[in-house]
T-cell receptor, first 115, second 111 residues
Framework: EPEVTQTPSHQVTQMGQEVILRCVPI?????FYWYRQILGQKVEFLVS????????KSEIFDDQFSVERPDGSNFTLKIRSTKLEDSAMYFC?????????????FGPGTRLLVL | RKEVEQDPGPFNVPEGATVAFNCTYS??????FFWYRQDCRKEPKLLMS???SGNEDGRFTAQLNRASQYISLLIRDSKLSDSATYLC????????????FGAGTRLFVKA
């Protein structure tokens, strides 16, 4: 069964450093998403991406964040200058071309720890 | 009022029990509704979409009441493996991609 993959599984970084989280969505999917989940809290929408551009973003997704689809398979989330409060699990998700409002399939997540 | 609200639980039930989870949402224009489950420190996994007429998948039944802005999930004949957090998920605006998760209801099924 096709699945969303994410790398790395864990990332530890120093405050102020840049991090890039990587995702490979399911191959025939065209809608991509990033979410974060701070430990013990709910899953929060960050951004959605379609046709090589951001389709929607939340208040959390400020200028420190950016997304990119550098090639036909990868989808990345960059945090330019990490803060302590960026420590969280980051999930990538994708959904297929015919059903943008239908179910999203999540990757296993990257656990980011900012020290 | 929170955009998506769930009873946090936890619900502690014996194997074989029937358990029901409720969820309310604030945006009446919401179009798509889902139940996901999340195991500890894992990704959310789709359990089922929720259709206006209600739908069933094995031991799981989902209902939607648009007038009351209310979604429910019923689990019959609970198994130990059903122990997880159940997330109510809503797309709050027609045609939009933003997805709102509830905080989840924790379920423990005991032998």
């Amino acid at each position: 069964e096709p699945e969303v993959t994410q790398t790395p599984s864990h990332q530890v970084t120093q405050m102020g450093q840049e991090v890039i989280l990587r995702c490979v969505p399911i191959s025939n999917h065209l809608y991509f998403y990033w979410y974060r989940q701070i430990l013990g809290q709910k899953v929060e929408f960050l951004v959605s991406f379609y046709n090589n551009e951001i389709s929607e973003k939340s208040e959390i997704f400020d200028d420190q964040f950016s997304v990119e689809r550098p090639d036909g398979s990868n989808f990345t989330l960059k945090i330019r200058s990490t803060k302590l409060e960026d420590s969280a699990m980051y999930f990538c998700a994708s959904s297929d071309r015919s059903q943008p409002l239908k179910a999203q399939y999540f990757g296993p997540g990257t656990r980011l720890l900012v020290l | 009022r929170k955009e998506v609200e769930q009873d946090p639980g936890p619900f502690n039930v014996p194997e074989g029990a029937t358990v029901a989870f409720n969820c309310t949402y604030s945006n009446s224009a919401s179009q798509s509704f889902f139940w996901y489950r999340q195991d500890c420190r894992k990704e959310p996994k789709l359990l089922m979409s929720v259709y206006s007429s209600g739908n069933e998948d094995g031991r799981f039944t989902a209902q939607l009441n648009r007038a009351s802005q209310y979604i429910s999930l019923l689990i019959r004949d609970s198994k130990l493996s059903d122990s997880a957090t159940y997330l109510c998920v809503v797309n709050p605006e027609g045609g939009g991609f933003k997805t709102i998760f509830g905080a989840g209801t924790r379920l423990f099924v005991k032998a």
